[in-house]
């Protein structure tokens, strides 16, 4: 009789154990799937704002020679290269994830497949009120190109999700319905994040009827030039070459790539299309900012934002041990990283010192995730898009509503006037201990959720 109640309390253990070690084995997996997948992309980043700064300076070539079929090749080329050049980054890192022992994600596949249905339809077909297209192309056909390539993506399965992907149709923030801190904040009454983010909300809102908050922003219509998923942020500028970089720095870098020909004054002269770095492209001022929990400076060359890869793998454990429901639940594991080319021209000289894109980038590196382009709340965060994209606008009419996502819920618990009493009470006391400290352990209220 012992020895049968102990043979049952030893076959639970080693269940236990066994779990325990599939758990922590998936964590690893996934940790060493998502950061080669962002190494990845952000390597085909690299390599592709390298052939695009080769063929800003072959143009150059091409200028100074009259040769006006290749200039008119290489910009053609350009544009196309700013599309397939992310898209073999979103490829490859799908590759580096499955390399790495990561199934296919079915949620991410449809995500993807519902985007290929909108690149190929409802982009072309979508116009202003005066006729003029909405979503123009930045080359003929580009919309159905495009479409083609993430369909290919689709196809073979997408493991680690884009999620610094920004769609031509992703609002871009500035209202506080579509900031996933926002919701944080009321879910984990951490009141610090509006003390330093939103300090007059919770004095001002007013119960929801009749709606109280501003209309949400439309999304802003830009140049359609860079690719939505890894795009790399730059610009067409035409201009003369001598008011984007000096004779000097250009023969040099042609010397270095190895590029045959000869530079001279009229192809610094006349006015020609230049791809040059877009509005992405400001200091990194995350990672320059004191509070931001780094060790040692950011060093001059690198401090750059601009072309980067955020990426989610999402991988599950099934367990062996049943639930008190009589199932076998299991646990589910998310891995995001971040990572983006580095490099320098010249010493310490940023890749950008030059409004012009030119070849620098030489490594890519791991970086938190926090100082990366990627939205707060994560572009391929299913959950959360599902909120913005289809239940906001129900909510802005109809009011809270609770249900099976925890967002609508939150604005349910946001509309008790006693919880936001509450924050303003604790601020009114505590607010001088809002402020962001670095260090393992000492983050507190509004600090940095995905530091790693
Ligand atoms: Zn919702």
Redesign the pocket.
Known sequence: MFFMMLLFILVFVVIWIFDLHKSIYIKSVSRNAGDSSALMAARWEGITLNLIGDLNILHAIALSATNTAAETAITNMQARLCYVGPMIAFMASQQAAKNNGIYPNPDFDTLLNEHVHQVRYDYPAQTNPDGTPLFPEPYPDCWNEYANMLELVAKDGVVAGPDNARLYTDYTGGHPLIMIDFYNAVAGRSWCWFHNHAPTLLANYQNFFPCWWPALPEPPHEIYMNSEIYGLGLNKSITELSSLADENTLNAIATERQLQGELNSTGMTQTAVWYTYGAPWTTWDVMADPSFPITGTLKPQYNYAGADAAVRVIAKAARLMPSGKGNYPSNTVTWTAAAKPFGYLADDQRPNSFDIVLPAYRAVRLFPVDASSAPSGGAYNL?WR???E???ST?MEQGPQS?S?????I?VAWEDPQLRQSGIDWLSTNSWQCTIVGGPGGIRGGGSPRGH
């Open positions: 959950e599902r909120h913005v289809n239940h906001l909510y249900g996502c925890p967002y609508c819920n604005l």
